[in-house]
C-alpha cells in the first residue's frame, strides 16, 4: 500500500494519473490526519477552505483504509460528483478495488404503498399534479431502484413526490402490506451485498 506522500507528491500516483493535479500541502496534511484518525478509530472535525481540496484528501486515506467508510454530503450536487467523478477517478489512480454503493434518504425513492394511498384518495391540487402522479406510478413499475432522480418526466419540485415518499415518522415498516418490494430496503441492503465474502 502506498503512503500518503507517495500518492500526493509533485511525482505521485495522482499527479501521474490525473492531468492537471497538483500537490497542495494543506491537502497532504488533511489527508495524514484523516489516515491517523482512521488508524485510532477516533473522530476527527476538519475543516479546510476553498482550493485545499478535501475531496481527495478525505477519499484517498479512506480508499486505501481496507475498510468500510461512509461519505456523508451536504447536497446533492456533491453527492453525485463524488459519486460519478471523484470515487472513480481516485480509485483509478490508486488502482483501488474498492466497491462502492449510493444511498440516499428515504425522502428520493417511490413508497409503493405511499404512492398508492395518494392515488386511492386522489387528492391532488391540479390536473398537472394528478398526471405526474400517473407519471411516478408507471415509473415505479418498471424501475429497479426507486430513485425519483430517474423518473426525468416528473420535476423534482412537485409536490406529488412528497405524496408518494416515505419519511421516518410515516413509515409503516415491516407492517407496511408492501414491504418486500420497498425500495429503501433494497437500497440499504445492496452494499451488504456488495461487501458480502
Known amino acids: 500500500m502506498p503512503s500518503l506522500s507517495d500518492v500526493f507528491s509533485p511525482g505521485g500516483l495522482l499527479a501521474s494519473r490525473i492531468p492537471g493535479y497538483r500537490l497542495r500541502p494543506q491537502q497532504l496534511e488533511m489527508a495524514e490526519r484523516i489516515e491517523a484518525a482512521i488508524a485510532a478509530n477516533t473522530v476527527l472535525v476538519a475543516e479546510a477552505g476553498t482550493g485545499t481540496g478535501k475531496t481527495f484528501a478525505y477519499l484517498v486515506p479512506a480508499l486505501l483504509s481496507g475498510g468500510k467508510v461512509i461519505v456523508s454530503t451536504g447536497t446533492k450536487n456533491l453527492q453525485d460528483q463524488l459519486f460519478a467523478k471523484d470515487i472513480p477517478t481516485v480509485r483509478k489512480a490508486l488502482g483501488a478495488p474498492v466497491q462502492v454503493a449510493l444511498l ?82 433494497a437500497a440499504r441492503r445492496r452494499p451488504a451485498q456488495n461487501h458480502a465474502p
Open 104 to 185: 440516499k434518504g428515504r425522502a428520493n425513492y417511490v413508497c409503493h404503498y405511499h404512492l398508492q394511498r395518494a392515488q386511492d384518495d386522489g387528492r391532488f391540487f391540479n390536473r398537472e399534479d394528478a398526471a405526474d402522479a400517473a407519471r411516478i406510478a408507471r415509473f415505479a413499475k418498471r424501475t429497479k431502484t426507486g430513485d425519483k432522480a430517474e423518473c426525468s418526466e416528473v420535476p423534482e419540485n412537485s409536490p406529488v413526490w412528497s405524496m408518494v415518499t416515505s419519511t421516518r415518522e410515516n413509515c409503516l415498516g415491516q407492517d407496511c402490506p408492501q414491504h418486500k418490494e420497498c425500495f429503501v430496503l
